[in-house]
């Protein structure tokens, strides 16, 4: 999945992956079915379709995906510089709850 958002973004810094999930355990990200399936992710499933975007669902239903936590929502995390700074930390709290991009930018780029 790194890799695959590396060459699909052309980001040229660093990229980790987390296969087993720890970091979202340890930062207590959302998950599961009813953060999953909710009737604001429908909506926003339906505004994106509308827009152009088309989900993978095949990728989104994989017995991996399924079995290995991915019900997961994610979120964003802006580290550094140094070992020790969280600049700013996003937690979906569910499918389709984005981050405000200009605070991401603030984070990132101020």
């Known amino acids: 999945m790194a890799k695959a958002f590396s060459d699909q973004t ?7 992956a987390d296969p087993d999930y720890s970091s979202y355990k340890a930062l207590e ?25 088309r989900q993978d669902w ?10 290995k936590g991915g019900w997961y929502q994610g979120g964003l ?4 510089p140094g070992i020790d700074n969280i600049s700013y930390i996003h937690k979906d709290k569910e499918a389709g709850d984005d981050p ?3 605070d991401v930018l603030t984070a990132c780029c101020s």
């Open 10 to 16: 052309k980001f040229k810094g660093e990229v980790y």
């Open 29 to 53: 990200f959302a998950n599961g079915l009813f953060s999953t399936f909710t009737p604001s992710a429908g909506l926003k499933i339906i505004q994106l379709y509308r827009e152009g975007y």
């Open 58 to 67: 095949e990728l989104s239903f994989e017995k991996n995906t399924r079995t």
């Open 77 to 80: 995390l802006v580290a550094g």
């Open 100 to 102: 405000e991009m200009e």
